[in-house]
């Protein structure tokens, strides 16, 4: 069983994603597991307080160390094994080579940030930084999703075909993936290709893979 654990100050902002389709049927199958913990329970002051001001002034608020490294620590004693990644707009670039590596592991652990960012010295302790691309989120529980959603997918016996996870844009020589087709043949006059019509695979295989990398180039893959 794959164990995801996520750190954040938002649980309940992956009840609704973690109870629909994939995501849904992998934890109901037993083959995920999902466990929400929550920073603030990690604060020692009477106002479970998780941000403070900066040093040598700015704006808005980081989040302090103190709660967030032991609610790592508290990660790391559930899931001894578990590989503890830090969501932040400086981390490597999330790709689907990344996911195919998580599937690789027992345990991966989301740690979402919030406000203007996490205390720097929050970085000796995570495994690894990751960022989904160069644009701000209100916190990391959106880009949690988004790895989590994109790894779960790709575990063996998620998906109701293996090959839909092989064939997936990306997974294969990390190219985008080619135009899809299905009835009606012909739509407000847009018709099929009619190489897809013609039964003959290897012809089919070839376009397929021609449109995949005509993609990716306009795309700046």
């Keep these: 069983m794959f164990h995801a654990q996520i750190l954040t100050l938002f649980p309940e902002f992956f009840d ?25 329970d990690f604060a020692t002051d009477k106002h479970h307080t998780v941000d403070d001001t900066p040093y040598g002034g700015g704006p808005g608020m980081l989040m302090k160390p103190d709660p967030v490294v032991a609610s790592i620590r508290a990660a790391r004693e559930r899931q001894p094994d578990t590989h503890v990644v830090m969501l932040t707009p400086s981390g490597t670039r999330f790709t689907q080579a990344k996911a195919l590596e998580y599937t690789e592991k027992t345990s991966v652990t989301l740690l979402c940030g919030r406000y203007e960012g996490f205390d720097e010295r929050i970085c000796d302790y995570v495994d690894e930084q ?9 916190g990391g529980e959106p880009a949690a999703m988004c790895v989590l959603d994109s790894v779960i ?20 020589e990390g190219i985008l ?18 190489v897809l019509l013609s039964g003959n695979h290897a012809d089919i295989e070839r376009w397929r893979r021609e449109q995949a990398q005509q993609r990716s180039r306009r795309s700046g893959q």
């Design 153 to 172: 997918r790709l575990l063996p016996d998620v998906l109701g075909s293996a090959e839909s996870a092989v064939l997936d844009s990306f997974t294969e």
């Design 130 to 138: 990751l960022s989904l691309g160069d644009y701000v989120l209100s």
């Design 16 to 40: 609704s994603p973690l109870s629909c389709s994939i995501p849904k049927r992998a934890i109901a199958a037993g083959l995920v597991a999902v466990d929400c913990i929550q920073i603030r």
């Design 177 to 194: 993936d080619w135009p899809h087709y299905t009835r009606p043949e012909v739509f407000e006059g847009k018709a099929v290709p009619p």
